[in-house]
């Protein structure tokens, strides 16, 4: 069985930084396209970025110029390096596998938490 677990979250002040990691393990198909969503209460998963694979890249405005995601396809793991972080993104963050149109694997998340 394809799995994905995050890890890096916790506490961090406004401004400060944090980076996430996201590692893909089983089966034999390799990192696929990979992205990260956060979450809060009563709101969807809200998508933040991924990496297709052939490392092309793509942003929500709201983490552009902020967050960056990157991969080493040889450890199957992304990583979203977040800097100059806001009380805002305070949330459950997780990583999303795909491979083709209709498989998908979600981790099952890691917490954020922005606060002085």
């Known amino acids: 069985q394809v799995r994905v677990a995050e890890f890096g979250g916790g506490l961090v002040q406004p401004g400060g930084s944090l980076r996430l990691s996201c590692v893909a393990s089983?089966?034999?198909?390799?990192?696929?396209?990979m992205g990260w969503y956060r979450q809060v209460p009563g709101s969807p998963p809200e998508f933040l970025a991924d990496i297709t694979l052939n490392g092309v890249v793509n942003y929500d405005d709201s983490v552009k110029g902020r967050f960056t995601i990157s991969r080493d396809t040889a450890k199957r793991t992304v990583y979203l390096q977040m800097n100059n972080l806001k009380p805002e993104d305070t949330a459950v963050y997780s990583c999303?596998?795909?491979?083709?149109?209709?498989?998908?694997?979600w981790g099952r998340g890691t917490q954020v938490t922005v606060s002085s």
């Open positions: 089983g089966g034999d198909l390799g990192i696929g396209v």
């Open positions: 999303r596998l795909r491979f083709g149109e209709a498989s998908f694997y």
